[in-house]
């Protein structure tokens, strides 16, 4: 089965620097990898997402994802951070359903806290 | 229009209460989603819509009865619930192409509390 894993369930950065979230895959096949942020009492904003076509990836407010195939690593990197990254941010492998549909299993989740 | 709309976004019920969640997209997609996400946890899935049908229940207890009306329409009628079923239950929609590479929209959520 397909999972990932978050290292690290709280971040905390300075405004300004560099926000850096690791998350490792595991997987028989190339997985399909996604980030997405959850802020307080809100559903879930897509960041980025690695469907192979390229190894690094950028995304929305600055952040981008780097796959390391030999080091089975999607970390997420922001050069510097902002008051308003402020939030829980999740990992998650797509897996296609055989009847319909994709299923993502999340990490455990990294909350980041930045500090002024 | 990119959002999917989820109502209400607080619910407090009793034990022995019925209520429905409700979920609403208007980007075309035919696979709808419920997931559940309890408190300080990650979102875990709980069925999915394909094509207005269920394609998949991940052994979810009966008191939890999805329905989907039509292709922009997702329900989650909830029955006999039990305090630990409260959490935050998010509605998602995606492309189906047969592929893990489309993502999921998610809506903001309905939080529940089950007294």
């Known amino acids: 089965a397909q999972s990932v894993t978050q290292l690290g369930s709280h971040v905390s950065v300075s405004e300004g620097a560099l926000v850096l979230l690791r998350c490792n895959y595991s997987?028989?096949?190339?997985?399909?990898l996604f980030w997405y942020v959850q802020y307080p009492n809100q559903g879930l904003q897509l960041l980025l997402k690695y469907t192979s076509a390229a190894t690094l990836v950028k995304g929305i407010n600055g952040f981008e994802a780097e796959f390391k195939k030999s080091e089975t690593s999607f970390h997420l990197t922001k050069p510097s951070a902002h008051m308003s990254d402020a939030a829980e941010y999740f990992c998650a492998v797509s897996v296609p359903l055989k009847a319909a549909g994709n299923k993502l299993t999340f990490g455990g989740g990294t909350r980041v806290l930045v500090k002024p | 229009d990119t959002e999917v709309t989820q109502t209400p976004k607080h619910l407090v019920m009793g034990m022995t209460n019925k209520k429905s969640l409700k979920c609403e997209q208007h980007?075309?997609?035919?696979?709808m989603y419920w997931y559940k996400q309890k408190a300080k946890k990650p979102p875990e899935l709980m069925f999915v819509y394909s094509y207005e049908k269920l394609s998949i229940n991940e052994s979810v207890p009966s008191r939890f009865s999805p329905e989907c009306p039509n292709s922009s329409l997702l329900n989650l009628h909830l029955h006999a619930l039990q305090p630990e079923d409260s959490a935050l239950y998010l509605c998602?929609?995606?492309?189906?192409?047969?592929?893990?590479?489309?993502?999921?929209?998610f809506g903001q959520g309905t939080r529940l509390t089950v007294v």
């Open positions: 980007m075309g997609h035919r696979a």
């Open positions: 997987s028989s096949v190339p997985p399909y």
């Open positions: 998602a929609s995606s492309q189906d192409r047969g592929t893990g590479t489309t993502e999921a929209f």
